[in-house]
Structures are given as C-alpha cells and as structure tokens.
T-cell receptor, first 114, second 115 residues
C-alpha cells in the first residue's frame, strides 16, 4: 500500500516570491510520482510527473519538482509565483506495475497575495 | 481532441435515493477510474474499469457500483445515498500500450449534494 503526506495544508506567499510545497510518500514498491493542480470548482490538471530518469522534473507554468528516493520526497517548487497560481495542489503516487490507481495526499492550498 | 467529459456537472439528491454519473474517456483511452473527493480532502480511489470489467477497487461499500461500455465510457452508480456521499466525483482515463503515458487525465467532475 502507498500513502502520501503533504506537510502543509495552507501556504500563503506574496506575489513574485519563491514557494516550495512539500510532499513525502511511503510505499513498499516502486512508484511513479505526480503533482496535480485544482482550481476552484474544476477537476485536476497534471503539473508534472516523475516516471524515471533525471530526478529534477520540469512541468507546466514554471513549476519543477525533485525526486529524492532516500528521503522519499517529491517537493514542488516555483522560483516566482503569480496571483494566478492560487489553487489547491495535490501530490500523488501510483505503483510502477500494471495498477494505475493513484493515491493522493490531502492537498496544499497555495494562496498568492498581492 | 476532447478530454474526459462527465455528466451531470451538478445534482442534488435526498437520502436513500440512487444516482448515476457518467463519464466519457479521452480519445484513445480504454481505462476509466472513479474517485471521490470530499470537501477539503484529496481524491479517494473508488474503482477502475478496463475491458468492461472492474479491475481494482478501493475501500468503498457495495452501494458503489459501476459499468464500462464497449465504447469505453463508464457509469458510476450509488445506491441508498447517505449524507456522507456528498462530494465531487471525478472520472479519470488512461491508456495502455503506446497510449500509456503513465498519467491519468481527469474530467471536471460531478458535484453530488445529498440532502
């Protein structure tokens, strides 16, 4: 079984400041890792994913994340945030085998302040 | 290329009633998964359908059932609705073989309110 912990439920940050959203996971098998964003009253949109290869992954809207296997972490970063980045962010994992079930964290609400 | 589409977008039911939610996967995808997202929480896996059969199931009671049709579209049925079933229900699709990019594509969701 897998579990995902997002350490911060809410992160307020001023516009143009950097931000890091933390994600730790637990799994007895190898996993793929994902970050999804959810804007109010909408579904989930994929920001980025780690399947294999380079541990630094770049995604849409200037976001990036680094996979750290020894620390079982997959933190999301952006060097300069915009008001439009205000949303709920979810970290998720799924086994690398045939199962495609995602296990999500509880989410981090990012609020960008003017 | 249409993405994942879900209907209805919003609906209100009363306790004890039954509800059916519908999902059409992204073009080229053959696997559909359903998730329940309660207010303020992350999505929880309900079940997954592939080749018209339920392949995996999360920790949900038998009141939750589903179906997949030959065109890969899917339905989620919930019987004997409880107040706690109020949530956003998300459908996600994925592909196999060369269509498999490892990720799930989500629809906008169906928001169910049980009164």
């Amino acid at each position: 079984a897998q579990s995902v912990t997002q350490l911060d439920s809410q992160v307020p940050v001023f516009e143009e400041a950097p931000v890091e959203l933390r994600c730790n996971y637990s799994s007895s098998v190898s996993v793929y890792l994902f970050w999804y964003v959810q804007y109010p009253n909408q579904g989930l949109q994929l920001l980025l994913k780690y399947l294999s290869g380079s541990t630094l992954v770049k995604g849409i809207n200037g976001f990036e994340a680094e996979f750290n296997k020894s620390q079982t972490s997959f933190h999301l970063r952006k060097p300069s945030v915009h008001i439009s980045d205000t949303a709920e962010y979810f970290c998720a994992v799924r086994p690398t085998g045939s199962a495609r079930q995602l296990t999500f964290g509880s989410g981090t609400q990012l609020t960008v302040l003017p | 290329d249409a993405g994942v589409t879900q209907s209805p977008t919003h609906l209100i039911k009363t306790r004890g009633q039954q509800v059916t939610l519908r999902c059409s996967p992204k073009s080229g995808h053959d696997t559909v998964s359903w998730y329940q997202q309660a207010l303020g929480q992350g999505p929880q896996f309900i079940f997954q359908y592939y080749e018209e059969e339920e392949r995996q199931r999360g920790n949900f009671p038998d009141r939750f059932s589903g179906h997949q049709f030959p065109n890969y579209s899917s339905e989620l049925n919930v019987n004997a609705l409880l107040l706690g079933d109020s949530a956003l229900y998300l459908c996600a699709s994925s592909g196999t073989g060369t269509v498999n990019t490892g990720e799930l594509f989500f629809g906008e969701g169906s928001r169910l309110t049980v009164l």
